[in-house]
């Protein structure tokens, strides 16, 4: 089946550690993206890739660091400098962005309880 | 700077009803806007995509308009059921989606 994979679905953390958060896509999608969501907040974006070796931030990036060496996985760290990380992170994925109009598939999420 | 709100925060409905949800943007001209289901403790589902030249579109029992003059979209869900019980957010194409805070639809039997 394809779709977007995201591991560890809890993961908890103790203050001043980094820890990484996992997302594959089989979708053959070019885009992926980060995404935070605290209650009452909706979405907000920490980071994008567009193409494969590039990335750009988001509304949030602070404290947050990825990498994009392959097209299927876009991994996010959190970082120690990141003051307030625990909330629901969610990836997508989607299309190629030249054609427009493409919607947005999203992976189960992973909660991060920092300890 | 592009701003994006829907209206409320929570809605609740009686089943058979008819449930709109607003969403409504400053400082932006987008070509397109999607809709997008949440239920908690996962992921948002793609619903629905609406392009500036379309008025109106359809899916089953849901109903998008986009006004761009107004711009606003509405989201109607006809005939409700419980089952349509979840959060509904609005988006927006930017650098990447912008999303809207999203409205929780509490619909009771």
């Known amino acids: 089946d394809g779709g977007i994979t995201q591991s560890p679905k809890y993961l908890f953390r103790k203050e001043g550690q980094n820890v990484t958060l996992s997302c594959e896509q089989n979708l053959n999608h070019d885009a992926m993206y980060w995404y935070r969501q605290d209650p009452g907040q909706g979405l907000r974006l920490i980071y994008y890739s567009q193409i494969v070796n590039d990335f750009q931030k988001g509304d949030i990036a602070e404290g947050y660091s990825v990498s994009r060496e392959k097209k299927e996985s876009f991994p996010l760290t959190v970082t120690s400098a990141q003051k307030n990380p625990t909330a629901f992170y969610l990836c997508a994925s989607r299309p190629n962005l030249a054609g427009g109009y493409n919607e947005q598939f999203f992976g189960p999420g992973t909660r991060l309880t920092v300890l | 700077s592009q701003k994006i709100e829907q209206n409320s925060e929570a809605l609740n409905i009686q089943e058979g009803k008819t449930a709109t949800l607003t969403c409504n943007y400053t400082n932006y001209s987008p070509a397109y806007l999607q809709w997008y289901r949440q239920d908690p403790g996962r992921g948002p589902v793609f619903l629905l995509l609406?392009?500036?030249?379309?008025k109106e579109k359809r899916k089953e029992r849901l109903k998008v308009t986009f006004d761009t003059t107004l711009k606003q979209s509405l989201f109607h869900i006809t005939a409700s059921q419980p089952a349509d019980s979840a959060t509904y957010l609005c988006?927006?194409?930017?650098?990447?989606?912008?999303f809207g805070k999203g409205t929780t639809l509490s619909v009771s039997s």
């Open positions: 609406i392009r500036e030249n379309e």
């Open positions: 988006a927006l194409e930017g650098t990447a989606l912008i």
